[in-house]
């Protein structure tokens, strides 16, 4: 889906979260035109989990990318975004934000995303509590950075090395420890390019990017929504007709590992 011209949440995903998948989406909003969108995709919340999201390019200069929170507890999955929120000054102007709620967003991971923001990062209001992990992810800001804005609520870190030297999130093999750091290099139609520092620098995930799947990597990952050089119509064409449809599921079983798939 193109989705455009919005008020609110361009997709609102808001629910129990039981196997939700939002995928392959673009949201676009523009303060230009007068219209009050301000969210790419709401997750607000994921109350059980799994949620998946994964393959979107969202991009604003109205709002932020993607809003969780409202007691967000369950699991959600976020790989192969790309995430532009280029709002300078005032509210909305970072890739991950939080709505209300007694708790925030607990159990998310962010793989593979790209986060290209004005100012903000994310939001991570949790703190201790969240649960939640980052890891090789682009991380660019354009004028005034920070990466983890009110983590607990209280405190901004500039940096993501500050982030985890202070507060000790290092529980789940790294916060943007393999992350990468710098300007993706878009193109016009905000790819990136063989040159980019996102091309080949992201993770292996099952059933998201290895060579079973609908998004074949061409050699190591890219990271964001697009890869470079590949035709994945190739290798997720239509069935002919619903009978050649083979059921695919992706559960999370109790004791996986930390990507939880």
Known sequence: NIITDYYDDGIEADSGGLNIRVWGNTTATNVSCGVG????????????????????????????????GNNALGYAFWFHNTIKATRAGGGGYHAIGQAGGTAYSQNHRWYNNIFYTVQDNIHEREGPRSGNDYDYNVAFCTVSCTAVALWNNTTN?????????????????????????????????NHIGSASNAHDAGVSLDNFNTSDSCWPAVAAPDIGAFEVSNNWLANCTTPASPGNVVPRRILRTPGDDDQGF
């Open 37 to 68: 969108g301000n969210t790419g995709v709401s997750l607000a919340p994921c109350l059980s989990g799994p949620c998946y999201l994964f393959r979107n390019y969202l991009t604003t200069n109205l709002g932020v990318g993607v809003k969780g």
């Open 157 to 189: 870190y500039t940096t993501w090395a500050d982030y985890v030297t202070a507060t000790g999130m290092d529980d789940f093999g790294g916060s943007q420890v393999s992350g990468v750091f710098g300007d993706p290099v878009f193109d016009g139609a």
